[in-house]
Structure formats: C-alpha cells, structure tokens
C-alpha cells in the first residue's frame, strides 16, 4: 500500500533517545524480526541541541517521504530537537515515550497500512503495551 504523502516510498525511522536506548531497541527488535532496513538511531549522549539537531539532520539526510520519529522523553532534548526538525519534513511524526511494542508495529504494519493509519495503529501499541501484570 502506498504512504499518504509519500509517494510510495517506504516509511523510514529514526529513533533519538538518550544514551543507548534506540540502538538497543533496534537490536531487540532484530532479534525477534529478523534483519530489517529503514531504521536508524541517534543518541544525546554528549551532544548540545545543536550537535543534537544536526546529527538528526545528518542522519535522515535529504531522503524524502513519510518519516517517523521516535523520542524516549516529551519534553527533553530530543523531543525538543525533533518537534523543530518535523516542520522540515513533509510527512513526518513525532512519536515520544518509544516503546518495543511501538516499534515492532511499526516494522510490521509499515508496509501494510496508509501513513495515518500507521500512525494510529503505532500510538494504540504503545499504550497497549504497558500494563500492570
């Protein structure tokens, strides 16, 4: 199925999280999926906003198409960073609180769903995934 907005390309990710969080998701997630392409991660591990920003920038590059960004923490550096960096992208989300949940939908349903749809099925996996057992 084709994006919204996206001219049929495929839905890329960029996890900026602190420390080594983004890289451990994708990892994790590798080794329950398998090997996957479109993922990358950025830390803020001793980065300024700045550095931050542009590592991000550096990162996704001047690709277009639909863009998910995910954030460990609302109201942190890189949540901050990347809220700036989605006026810059054309069908770019910001999702924050990143999850395994949030993104092992993502992988799976990237292909499948429309851009809006996704973005709706990754939101409710997230919230989903946390429970008290």
């Given at each position: 199925m084709t994006a919204e907005g996206g001219g049929g390309s495929r839905v890329r990710a960029l996890l900026v999280t602190h420390a080594g969080l983004g890289e451990e998701l994708i990892r994790t997630a590798e080794s329950i999926l398998g090997p996957f392409d479109g993922v990358a991660f950025v830390t803020n591990a001793g980065a300024s906003l700045e550095s931050l920003s542009e590592a991000v920038k550096?990162?996704?590059?001047?690709?277009?198409?639909?863009?998910?960004?995910?954030?460990?923490?609302?109201?942190?550096?890189?949540?901050?960073?990347?809220?700036?960096?989605?006026?810059?992208?054309?069908?770019?989300?910001?999702?924050?609180?990143?999850?395994?949940?949030?993104?092992?939908?993502?992988l799976c349903s990237r292909d499948r769903v429309a851009f809006s749809e996704l973005k709706e099925r990754i939101l409710e996996k997230g919230r989903s995934g946390i429970q008290c057992l």
């Open positions: 550096g990162r996704l590059g001047d690709e277009a198409g639909p863009l998910i960004l995910f954030v460990d923490l609302q109201g942190g550096s890189c949540s901050h960073v990347c809220s700036g960096i989605r006026g810059l992208h054309p069908g770019c989300a910001v999702f924050s609180g990143v999850n395994l949940p949030m993104l092992l939908e993502f």
